[in-house]
C-alpha cells in the first residue's frame, strides 16, 4: 500500500488541506493524525470493515477495544444506548480533552468496533486536526495510538512512519503532541464510577465533579482478564530492548542500577538508563536519557513515549527506569512504564556490600 504523508502547516485552512483525509475515511481507509494525547489510527467507526483494517494494521488483538472519537457532545446519542447525567456533568468539565467515557453501546456501533462488548468508549478530542478531521470523515471515528500493537504510542508523525508506512492510506504530520500519554478512561456503566484507565484527568479532578470514584485494582499490576477498555490487558508501550523498573529511595536505586549496568556490560549487552534530571548525572550506563524533573510530572509524560523509541534507534537492548509516584498524574506514568516492561520491577532496600559488588564485575 502507499502510504500518502501530509503536513499541516502554520496557516492552513485545515478543512482544505484534510478533505482528502475526510474522503478516505468516508470510503473505508485508514489515516492516522495527531490528537493531544498522541497520535490515533483512524477509520470509520460504524463499518465493520474499516475496524477490522485498524486491528490489521496495528497487529492488535481483536478483542481489545477501540475509542470512538467524536466532534460534538451530541453525536453521543448516537452511538450509546444510555448517557447518565454524571456523563453529561464529565462532558462539561473535560470535553474536548484527554478523557473517554465507557457507556451502553448503541446497536449502530459494530462489535468489532468494541472488542465484542456491550459497552462504547467514547472521547471527543481538543486537537484542532483531529476535531476537523471527524467532522470530515463522517463523525465517527474509531482511533487507537497509531502504533503498531505492543510498540510505544507515538508522539511524532516519524513514529507513526516507523510502524505504518506502507500498512494505511495517509499519515498527517501535524507535527509534536502536547500530552504525551493516552486518555483517562472511566466507566460509567457500574456504581461509583471506575477509572479504567490513568491519564492527566485524574482520579480527584473527576470526584470534584460527580463525587466518587473507585480505580481499577489492576492499574499498577498485571491482569489476566479480558480488556474492559483499551490497553487494559496486553504489553503495550514497549522498546525492543528489556525494561526493568528500579524503585526504592534514590541513593539506593543508582548504586542497583549502576550495578544492574555492569552486570549487562558483563554479558555483552548495551545499556540504556531512564533518569529524572535529579538523578542523571549518577548513572553510568551507554545512554543515558532524562524524561524530565520529578517536579514536573507533565514533563515526564511528554518525554516518556520519545525516549523509549530513541533507546530502539540507539539499539540499546538492556534499559533500567527509575520509578515515579504513583498518584495523580504519576500514577498514568506508572501505569504506562509497568506495562512497558512487563511488570518486571526490582525493589531495593539496603545498600549491596562491596564484596558482592567486586564479584558482579568479574
Known amino acids: ?201 485524574t482520579v480527584s479532578m473527576l470526584e470534584e465533579v460527580i463525587g466518587k470514584v473507585a480505580e481499577d485494582n489492576t492499574l499498577l499490576t498485571e491482569d489476566g482478564q479480558a480488556p474492559r477498555a483499551p490497553g487494559m490487558k496486553y504489553r503495550h508501550y514497549a522498546p525492543w530492548g528489556e525494561l526493568i523498573i528500579v524503585q526504592g529511595e534514590p541513593d539506593l536505586v543508582t548504586e542497583r542500577i549502576n550495578r544492574e549496568v555492569s552486570k549487562a556490560h558483563a554479558a555483552g549487552e548495551k545499556t540504556g538508563v531512564i533518569g529524572s534530571s535529579q538523578m542523571l548525572a549518577g548513572y553510568r550506563a551507554d545512554v543515558v536519557k532524562s524524561v524530565g524533573s520529578r517536579e514536573d510530572e507533565e514533563e515526564i509524560a511528554g518525554n516518556l513515549y520519545r525516549i523509549l523509541r530513541e533507546f530502539d534507534e540507539e539499539k540499546v537492548n538492556r534499559i533500567y527506569s527509575e520509578a515515579f509516584e504513583s498518584q495523580g498524574m504519576g500514577q498514568a506514568i506508572m501505569n504506562r512504564l509497568l506495562k512497558a516492561a512487563g511488570h518486571k520491577v526490582i525493589t531495593v532496600t539496603e545498600f549491596v556490600p562491596e564484596s558482592e559488588k567486586e564479584r558482579s564485575k568479574e
Open 1 to 201: 500500500m502507499n502510504t500518502k504523508i501530509i503536513t499541516i502547516k502554520e496557516g492552513d485552512c485545515l478543512k482544505e488541506v484534510l478533505r482528502e483525509a475526510g474522503d478516505i475515511l468516508k470510503a473505508g481507509g485508514v489515516v492516522a493524525f495527531p490528537t493531544e494525547t498522541v497520535y490515533g489510527l483512524g477509520a470509520d467507526a460504524l463499518k465493520t470493515d474499516s475496524a477490522n483494517k485498524i486491528y490489521e494494521a496495528k497487529d492488535r488483538p481483536a478483542d481489545n477495544p477501540l475509542i470512538i472519537h467524536i466532534s460534538r457532545f451530541e453525536d453521543i446519542y448516537a452511538i450509546t444506548s444510555q448517557v447518565p447525567e454524571s456523563a453529561k456533568r464529565i462532558a462539561e468539565a473535560f470535553w474536548p480533552g484527554p478523557l473517554t467515557m465507557i457507556l451502553p453501546k448503541a446497536a449502530t456501533v459494530p462489535h468489532e468496533t468494541t472488542g465484542g462488548l456491550e459497552t462504547v468508549a467514547v472521547r471527543m478530542p481538543s486537537h484542532p486536526v483531529a476535531q476537523t478531521l471527524i467532522e470530515l470523515g463522517g463523525g465517527f471515528i474509531a482511533a487507537p495510538s497509531a502504533n503498531r500493537s505492543g510498540r510505544p504510542s507515538p508522539t511524532l508523525a516519524k513514529h507513526v512512519t516507523e510502524d505504518m508506512l506502507g500498512r494505511i492510506d495517509m499519515i498527517i504530520d501535524g507535527g509534536a503532541v502536547g500530552i504525551g500519554i493516552e486518555s483517562t478512561i472511566i466507566d460509567l456503566t457500574i456504581n461509583p464510577p471506575q477509572v479504567l484507565r490513568p491519564g492527566s484527568v
